[in-house]
């Protein structure tokens, strides 16, 4: 089992109120990656985290990104990141004709790529890139919006891509799970076989508790 990775989604901090803070406590918590959802309005329906802020967050912290593109044509953007070595980057299955060239050309940066699926879109449309990628990010709600409720058959395809993961002898491939991964939705997706878990207002950032102690809280519930 691959070690358990927690990614607290960057649209769940204000941009106006208290971010400054928000990523200290990350930073004591010793979080291992940054989500950070760019959306187009297009390929969902809501529009968030651009170029500039990404670029601003990096300058901002040192926890490297994790870049998940929800946006039409991401070949022809991927250049206005200014995608650094070693960060995560998803690009999803249903966004591009040329899955694989968007994969190559994010590891060209250096970079890790990661094959993104919506809940209803089915595990076989990646399998001919699976040597091409880092990891796979399986969405657990549908896209666009913090704060849904989990699609619940997507636990089953988390178990299932583990499978065929392992049966492959692709073990070292990471499996995101990103959207309403709760504090108990969580400890049923690590059962499934997810690495990196996408912490958003259902857990890291949860309003009733400090983002320290429900740092603490998740780490218990996948360790
Ligand atoms: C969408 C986002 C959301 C969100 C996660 O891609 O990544 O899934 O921020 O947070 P909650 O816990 O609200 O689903
Ligand atoms: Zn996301």
């Not at 960057?10 to 990523?23: D, F, P, Q, Y």
């Not at 918590?29 to 940054?34: N, P």
């Not at 969902?44 to 926890?63: D, F, H």
């Not at 249903?94 to 940066?109: D, F, M, N």
Request: aromatic content about 4%; charged content about 30%.
């Amino acid at each position: 089992m691959n070690k358990a990775m927690l990614a607290p989604s960057m649209m769940c901090i204000s941009e106006w109120r208290g971010a400054e803070k928000a990523l200290d406590e990350l930073e004591k918590g010793k979080i291992e990656l940054l989500h950070v959802d760019v959306m187009d309005g297009i390929f969902v329906p809501n529009l968030m985290i651009g170029t500039e802020s990404t670029k601003n967050l990096r300058k901002a912290s040192s926890i490297p990104l994790d870049i998940h593109l929800m946006i039409e044509r991401p070949e022809d953007k991927l250049d206005w990141f200014d995608i650094q070595p070693g960060e995560f980057v998803s690009v999803h299955a249903e966004s591009t004709k040329h899955l694989q060239r968007v994969l190559a050309k994010i590891r060209s940066y250096g970079a890790r790529p990661m094959a993104a699926l919506n809940p209803a879109t089915p595990l076989c449309m990646i399998e001919e890139v699976l040597d091409d990628v880092d990891a796979v990010l399986l969405m657990t709600v549908n896209p666009g919006y913090a704060g849904q409720k989990l699609v619940v058959q997507t636990l089953d395809k988390i178990r299932r891509l583990r499978e065929m993961l392992d049966k492959s002898g692709r073990e070292k491939v990471l499996i995101e799970v990103d959207g309403n991964v709760s504090f108990e939705n969580a400890v049923k997706m690590r059962a499934a076989g997810a690495d990196i878990f996408v912490c958003g207002s259902s857990s890291i950032f949860c309003k009733d508790t400090p983002i320290e102690e429900n740092i603490r809280r998740f780490r218990a519930c996948v360790e």
